[in-house]
Every structure is written in C-alpha cells, then in structure tokens.
C-alpha cells in the first residue's frame, strides 16, 4: 500500500538552531498534518495543511503543504529543549475516505 | 489537554485472559478510530466507526473486537491476545468520516506475556 517517506529518521541538534523535516507520498494527497508524540503519550496535532502551496505557522512550527501534492515539509525555528520528541507526518490521498497513511517518524534530540 | 482519553493507560496480561480498552471523545465528533502504534513502524489504522457504525475493518484478527455503544465511547475488547500484539494502542476522533483531523488520545500501552 501506499507509503509516505518521512525524513530525517532522527535529528540532534544543539538548543537555539533551526530544524527542517519533510515528508515525501508517491501519489497525490489532498491533505497534510503534522503530529508530535512525548514518549508514553498519543500524538498531538500540530499543523493540518488543506490546499496545495499553503503555508501555515503555529508559533515557531512552520509547516507547508508542497506545490506537487506530493510533499510537505515542517520547519522549527530556534529549538528548545521541549521540543524533543517524534514527529509524524500523515496524510490522506487523493478519492481515499478520510484514513490517513503515517510517516515513520523523525525523533528529534536537542541539546541544551 | 485532551478531548479524548482512554483507560487504562498502561495493561499487562496474559494470552488467555479477556480485557477491554476504553476510549472516549469529548469533542462532539462523529467518527472514532483504533490504532496500533509499533515499535519502528507507522501506525497501522485497525478499525473506524461513524456515526456508531463500523465502517472499516483493516484485516484486523478476530481476538481484536471493537464496540461503538454510542458516538463518544468506543471499546475494543482483547481475547487470547499473541505477544506480538503488545504495542501502543490510540484512539483518534474526527468530525466526521471524511474529515482527515484526527485528534488522538494519550494510548494504552499493552504488553501480552
């Protein structure tokens, strides 16, 4: 089935610097969200992205929906140390009924 | 905060027993989801309910059973579970069916021995 290639798998990066992630779908998706997981908690929404080209920021999270319905990227400005967790992409294709298709992560470490 | 909980948090059991996972939604939503979140892999989607109805089943084993008693509550009962089914299992509300925010609860985290 369908996958989506989300990368990096894992980033360490030092407090302060900016972080870029992207997710990257075969097939055409009509929506993209952004999630972030704490160990032993459920994912929380970040960003949801709708349109293609729409660029949409949550404090210092900037995330973009890609031109080609294809790709999407989440940027973190000035890192700090609670931003440490896993970050999932997901999205739902194009005709599909609303399910999503998960990344596989990109757990990020910032050092203080 | 969270619109969706979920009980217990954290569940040992044994093959042979029977246990259920309880989740509710305080958002009003009509569509609720089960997830299985593994170690190294993406979350596999197992089962949605709308509107209190199963509407999909994802090649799910019959020792996994889902019940819907009304829009906010939803249940997934475990019988002779394997150990390979110890995982982190979500639970996810949207608005509706066709609406791709999902919000998810904190996850009961499950270990079969």
């Known amino acids: 089935g369908q996958q989506l290639n989300q990368s990096p798998q894992s980033m360490f990066i030092q407090e302060g610097e900016d972080v870029s992630m992207n997710c990257t779908s075969s097939?055409?998706?009509?929506?993209w969200l952004w999630y972030k997981q704490d160990p032993g908690e459920g994912p929380v929404l970040l960003i949801a992205l709708y349109k293609a080209g729409e660029l949409t920021s949550n404090g210092r999270l900037t995330a973009q929906f890609g031109i080609t319905r294809k790709d999407s990227f989440l940027n973190i400005s000035a890192s700090i140390p609670s931003d440490v967790g896993i970050y999932f992409c997901?999205?739902?294709?194009?005709?599909?009924?609303?399910?999503?298709?998960f990344g596989k992560g990109t757990k990020l470490s910032v050092k203080p | 905060e969270t619109g969706v909980t979920q009980t217990p948090r954290h569940l040992v059991m044994g093959m042979t027993n029977k246990k259920s996972l309880k989740c509710e939604q305080h958002l009003g939503h009509n569509a609720m989801y089960w997830y299985k979140q593994s170690a190294k892999k993406p979350l596999e989607l197992m089962f949605v309910y709308s509107l209190e109805e199963r509407v999909e089943n994802n090649s799910v084993p019959s020792r996994f059973s889902p019940e819907c008693p009304n829009s906010s509550h939803l249940f997934l009962h475990l019988h002779t579970l394997q150990p390979e089914d110890s995982a982190l299992y979500l639970c996810?509300?949207?608005?509706?069916?066709?609406?791709?925010?999902?919000?998810f609860g904190p996850g009961t985290r499950l270990l079969v021995l």
């Open positions: 997901a999205g739902s294709e194009r005709g599909s009924q609303g399910n999503l298709i």
């Open positions: 996810a509300s949207s608005q509706e069916r066709r609406s791709e925010t999902q919000y």
């Open positions: 097939s055409i998706f009509n929506t």
